[in-house]
Every structure is written in C-alpha cells, then in structure tokens.
C-alpha cells in the first residue's frame, strides 16, 4: 500500500488540500466546522504525514485539530517551500497548487513526523474542544440578539465580548501549546546542529525567527560625518533657500541613505533638532541622527604664500524656531 502524504495550504479564511500520490484536492473553511470536516475526512486515509507551511500563526488552531484527532502532522518551513518548487519548476502559483508542492516537498525530503506525547494530545484536544464550544456560544448569542429587547441587548453584548476574551485566551494557549510541540522542533534541531549553538541560544532563536525569504541580513551601517540639509554646494545659496524646500529636499537625502543601508548618521553641520524629532518620531523616513549643531565655514583662504590667517566665522543655516521660544 503507498504511503499518503497530505500538504495544507493556510489560508485566512480556509484550508487547501491536496493529496499524493491520488492527486485529490479539495478545500475546507478555517473554522471549527471546516477543521472538523477535515480530520473526518483524512483520519480514514491514514496519512504517513500531514504538512502545512508556517503562516504567521493561522496555522496554529489547524495543527492543533489534526494532533488532537491523532494525524501525524508537522509544519514545514515556508523559504524550503519556496525553494523546492523553484528547484522542481514550479512556477504556477495558486492555493491548490501551493498545497501540492508542500506534500510533494515532504515526500521528496523524507521528513518524518514526531508523534506527541499523550499528555500534549490530550491538551490540544481539550483546548480545541473548549474553542468550538465558546465559538458555538457567541454564534448562539449572536442570534439571541437579532431577536431581544434592547435591555436585553446590552446584557448579550457583555456576554459576547467576555466570551470573545476568552476566545482569545485560547487561542493564546493553543499556539502556545503547537508552538511547544515535536512539530516545530525542526528550526530547533537545525540550530543545535551548527558549531557553537547549544540547546539555550536554539531555544532563544526559536521563539523569534523572520523568514527572509533567501534575502541577506546585515547590521545597518554607520556614517561619521554628513550634511542631511545641504543640497547645494555653495552655503550662501543654500541661505535663501526656503525652509520648506530645505526640509523636503533633507527628507529625501535621509530616506536615500536609508534605502542605502545607513541606519545611524552624524551630522556635522546643519541638522537641527527639528530633523532629529522627526526620524525619531518617524514622520521623516531616515536613519537616526546625531547632530552636531550650526555649521563652521570659512570667510576667506589663505593667500599662496601663507601669510594671511584663515579666518573663520559661524555660518547660521536657516533655523526653524523652538517651539514656545
């Protein structure tokens, strides 16, 4: 008999599923009736492995309704994904598809579920039940209200936003509890694996991990010495520019050096503590400024021979008044 593998594309509002190798897909709702449609139709199929790809926490109440209903499941990572179908030619790209490829990666790859601990079942299948059960509740309510008078109307909507809290409470618990499970060990194994990384720091990692989609990450850079407001080369021209010009014409040097990769500056000159509230404040896109305050500027150079000093004056750049001064 061939080994069934089942791949789940989340959705937020329903689950696709497709089938290897028969080649079945078909789709439920993402909610306690289409979850529960769901396990009844796998359960008799007894899949080798169920898979679904890590989607920013709606798969969380699925995994816990296939482990509670005794499925093997494992949640896979969505950048290996990715990197299969583009491996496999798989440049199509919708729900049903998406699924195919997550069973088709997991049948590839060998990847074998890791059953949970009775105890861990049992919670899972405690907390699903209690979610189905609040969520029947709030529906019952729901249509008690369409129905009541209007002082009873106010006694419903305090029910329904308690049980909504505590909708919410376990939701809280049950991606705590999925999360915990053999079947996110994965990252955890692969970071135990490098040299230097031990079971603490894996751990740590785990439970704050960005998906860079192949991307490189790198720390933001540094630059010592920049002129955010001067956008021409002659200072006294820059004088009679407006402040308004001035301001929009900083704003898009800073969002340059940001989309550049410089995430820290320092002024030497010309920034004020206007700019510097506004990065701050993010009403500027732009690194974060060190400012030196008013610039220094030369009158006059020195004469060929030397003999005339360098003199030196401060150049005010235009400033925008503190506020209450």
Do not use: Y
Not at 13 to 27: C, K, N, S
Not at 82 to 94: D, E, N, S, V
Not at 114 to 134: C, G
Not at 144 to 172: G, W, Y
């Amino acid at each position: 008999m061939e080994s069934i593998t089942v791949g789940i594309d989340v959705g937020k509002d329903r689950l696709d599923v497709a089938v290897r190798p028969g080649g079945e897909v078909f789709t439920v709702e993402r909610n306690a009736a289409g979850l529960a449609q769901l396990c009844g139709k796998l359960k008799p199929l007894a899949p080798r492995i169920v898979a679904l790809e890590a989607t920013g926490g709606f798969e969380t109440v699925a995994v816990a309704a296939l482990a509670a209903a005794g499925l093997p499941v494992v949640v896979v990572n969505p950048a290996q994904i990715r990197a299969f179908a583009k491996a496999i030619g798989q440049r199509a790209k919708t729900d049903p598809i998406d699924a195919d490829v997550i069973a088709h990666f997991v049948e590839a790859t060998g990847i074998e579920p890791r059953p949970l601990p009775d105890e861990a079942t049992r919670l899972l299948a405690d907390l699903v039940a209690r979610r189905r059960q609040i969520i029947d509740m709030i529906g019952a309510e729901r249509q008690r209200e369409k129905r009541a008078t209007p002082r009873a109307k106010k006694s419903i909507a305090r029910l329904i936003k308690a049980l909504e809290k505590e909708l919410t409470s376990v939701d809280t618990d049950i991606d705590d509890a999925v999360r915990g499970s053999p079947a996110w060990r994965d990252k955890e194994d692969l970071l135990s694996s490098v040299p230097g990384i031990g079971p603490t720091p894996a751990l740590a990692a785990r439970a704050a991990i960005v998906d860079c989609g192949g991307r490189t990450l790198m720390p933001g850079l540094i630059d010592g010495h920049v002129h955010v407001v001067l956008s021409e080369v002659s200072i006294p021209r820059l004088e009679n520019v407006p402040l308004t010009l001035m301001t929009a014409r900083a704003a898009q040097l800073m969002r340059g050096m940001l989309d550049r990769g410089f995430t820290t500056v320092r002024d030497t000159g010309g920034a004020d503590w206007g700019l510097k509230e506004a990065t701050d404040k993010w009403l500027l896109p732009g690194p974060r400024l060190f400012i030196a305050g008013k610039a220094l500027g030369p009158t006059r150079q020195l004469r060929a021979d030397g003999v005339r000093p360098l003199a030196l004056r401060v150049r005010l750049l235009p400033q925008p008044p503190r506020q209450g001064v």
